[in-house]
DNA sequence: CTAGGGGTAAAT
DNA sequence: ATTTACCCCTAG
């Protein structure tokens, strides 16, 4: 009954990836169609496709096997006014307002001509935020999409986030407010576990031209996002959404201060 | 056709 | 026992 069984290939699921970035979540018939995939694909159907993007995406995000923990229970939210919600939405204003925010820089990042002889500028802020639009429009907030984004337009890989496996109810829930206050204003304090990861990656940051620093300051903001829908969704992990919406805040705070001091564009934003 | 809930069964 | 691939069914 149930068929042989027939493991997805590194390259099936590079297709897979590489056919959501180029035609969005849940095309899987033009994904399907497209020859660009079909080569790989010819032997999945569109339902395996949409299955084992199921299964990654469940997997990307820590919660094993699938739902199954709990699913009846889902109390939370739905009052996004005031709730008496222990986080939640109390930290930097989530969702499109805090994409908008930061998007200009990256805009203005990518108008600010480069030294001439530079190479080909390859808006990739450009490609970002149409990823992201996209993302929102189709309603698929995902890390795994955000994921296969990057890796399909990039080397750059998402880690495989295996440090969600630590419930730590230190960060976010011990200290309510704007605790990233500290990882952005400061650099030396006993900062949680996310300051190593930031720390480090800020580090590689400066060393990196503006479009692989706007790249990833993108995909933090993303998570960050995803994240916080998550929470939503799901109050029970909340507590980890959100550490790591922190520090994936923090972390593209801190990116864009960095990118902000190096170039001190010359604000040609349409002035 | 797609989303997504559920199930079967093969690998590990 | 868990993970992973496939299948099936139902509502849009």
Not at 166 to 182: C, E, H, N, V
Not at 198 to 217: F, H, P, T
């Amino acid at each position: 009954m149930g068929a042989p069984k027939q493991k997805w290939t590194s390259e099936e699921e590079a297709a897979l990836k590489a056919g959501v970035v180029k035609h969005g979540v849940g095309k899987w018939r033009t994904i399907l169609k497209d020859p660009e995939f079909s080569g790989v694909l010819y032997l999945r159907s569109n339902v395996d496709l949409k299955d084992k993007w199921r299964n990654l995406s469940v997997m990307a995000n820590g919660w094993s096997s699938r739902e199954k923990s709990r699913l009846a229970i889902r109390r939370v939210h739905q009052a996004p006014k005031h709730d008496e919600n222990p986080f939640a939405v109390p930290p930097f204003t989530p969702s499109d307002e805090d994409i908008v925010d930061v998007k200009p820089i990256q805009v203005s990042r990518e108008v600010v001509p480069f030294s001439g002889p530079k190479r080909s500028i390859v808006r990739l802020d450009n490609l970002i935020m149409e990823a992201i639009t996209t993302l929102k429009e189709t309603g698929g907030s995902n890390k795994t999409t955000i994921a296969a984004f990057i890796e399909v337009k990039r080397r750059y890989r998402i880690a495989p986030t295996p440090a969600y496996s630590d419930r730590r109810r230190s960060s976010s829930l011990l200290m309510d407010g704007r605790q990233k206050a500290s990882l952005r204003g400061d650099k030396e304090e006993t900062n949680v576990l996310t300051k190593s990861q930031v720390d480090l990656e800020l580090a590689k940051i400066r060393s990196m031209s503006a479009q692989e620093a706007a790249a990833v300051a993108a995909r933090a903001v993303a998570e960050a996002e995803a994240a916080i829908a998550e929470a939503e969704e799901a109050a029970r992990e909340a507590e980890t959404a959100e550490a790591d919406a922190e520090a994936a805040q923090a972390f593209a705070d801190a990116a864009m201060k960095t990118l902000k001091g190096r170039n001190t564009p010359k604000m040609m934003i349409h002035a």
